[in-house]
């Protein structure tokens, strides 16, 4: 072991140490960005970008197992990613059906798709949904798959099941709009039943929601991180968890 591995073990230890356990976030968002840029720097196509970023999930995953949060949420595919090449789409979605195969198959952690499924191809949606089931029984770490997913999408869909449900109970529009309020719309989301994301972080260096978990994460502290996610480390993780539980969180302005 090298000097330089022998300090950064060292860190980590005292990194991991340090935190209390007790300002843990129980929801830990991601967005996984840097792929096809750290694939681009390393002078590989994009495939191999997403392969190493899926094999970075599941220490991720790891990771958020030992510090005891309870829920995370990635996001692997928005839907504009669907409008990518063919080709491009077709290994993504590749490497995205067997990173959700490997999760569910480690038996400690439930797998919960989300997103709007309907837009993959009928194999793949097919498939999550068999894996949703699966692991439905698993009471580990819930991990969130965001695959086709839109913020402004998950509203909508929100507010149609929303409409659809009153519908088939006879309620009219008029007293449907009496008695509306946040508490309904929240019921209606892809995460309904879970806490919202206490901590959201970005790798790749990029200072912006791009739609992700719009509703949920009104309250949420985020940490943006220079790193590519395919060299996203423990030590960053831990990093995003020590910032989180030095700040002062305040539900308002």
């Not at 976030?25 to 970023?53: E, L, Q, T, Y």
């Not at 510090?67 to 789409?89: D, H, K, Q």
């Not at 929601?209 to 220079?226: D, I, N, T, V």
Request: hydrophobic fraction near 40%.
């Amino acid at each position: 072991m090298g000097l330089r591995q022998l300090a950064y073990g060292l860190y980590e230890r005292r990194l991991a140490a340090s935190l209390d356990r007790a300002g843990v976030p129980r929801h830990v968002g991601v967005i996984v960005d840097g792929n096809r840029r750290w694939a681009r720097a390393a002078g590989a196509d994009s495939g191999a970008g997403h392969a190493a970023g899926a094999d970075n999930i599941e220490r991720l995953l790891g990771w958020c197992e030992e510090a005891g949060v309870e829920v995370v949420t990635l996001w692997l595919l928005s839907t504009e990613n669907l409008n990518r090449s063919p080709e491009e789409l077709r290994v993504l979605l590749g490497i995205i059906e067997d990173l959700t195969e490997r999760i569910a198959a480690t038996g400690r952690w439930r797998l919960h798709p989300l997103g709007a499924l309907d837009l993959l191809p009928d194999s793949t949606s097919a498939r999550l949904k068999e894996l949703d089931e699966a692991t439905r029984h698993v009471g580990g770490l819930t991990v969130n798959a965001a695959i086709g997913y839109g913020g402004r999408r998950e509203i909508a869909d929100a507010v149609r099941s929303l409409l659809q449900e009153h519908a088939a109970l006879g309620t009219s529009i008029e007293e449907l709009a009496d008695i509306l309020d946040v508490d309904h719309i929240s019921e209606h989301l892809y995460t309904r039943g879970q806490p919202d994301p206490d901590l959201v972080i970005r790798t790749s260096g990029e200072q912006r929601l791009s739609g992700f978990l719009l509703w949920q994460s009104a309250h949420s502290e985020f940490y943006f991180c220079e790193t590519y996610w395919p060299d996203f480390r423990k030590v960053d993780f831990l990093r995003a968890l020590r910032a989180y539980a030095q700040r002062e969180r305040r539900h308002g302005t």
